[in-house]
């Protein structure tokens, strides 16, 4: 069955990075668009970054994270990474990952990892 496994958060100052990795299995992952959510307390569920698959992927990202995130994947270990540098308060969410480019393509969700931004 379809399965993610994120990790790499943690609580950081502002300005600082973290690197996000999503394990996944279950499906063709090199066939697929991939994306990073983020849901912070009280709010929906957003879309920070998507990632086309193929040889030569290309990128999107939302307006906020732009110029800061950075979404790559290795399509032999089935993975996703999120780079994020100069982290602001706003990053703190905790950040899933999924297939699809506007929603999520599949039902199944990971157990997301925490990203904290905090002096």
């Known amino acids: 069955q379809v399965q993610f496994v994120e990790s790499g958060g943690g609580l950081v100052q502002p300005g600082g990075s973290l690197r996000l990795s999503c394990a996944a299995s279950?499906?063709?992952?090199?066939?697929?668009?991939m994306t990073w959510y983020r849901q912070a307390p009280g709010k929906e569920r957003e879309l920070v970054a998507t990632?086309?698959?193929?040889?030569?992927?290309?990128?999107n990202y939302a307006d906020s994270v732009k110029g800061r995130f950075t979404i790559s994947r290795d399509n032999l270990k089935k993975t996703l990474d999120l780079q994020m540098n100069s982290l602001i308060p706003e990053d703190t969410a905790v950040y899933y990952c999924?297939?699809?480019?506007?929603?999520?393509?599949?039902?199944?969700w990971g157990q997301g990892t925490q990203v904290t931004v905090s002096s």
């Open positions: 279950g499906f063709t992952f090199s066939s697929f668009v």
């Open positions: 999924n297939a699809g480019r506007n929603q999520p393509f599949f039902d199944s």
């Open positions: 990632i086309t698959g193929g040889p030569a992927p290309s990128t």
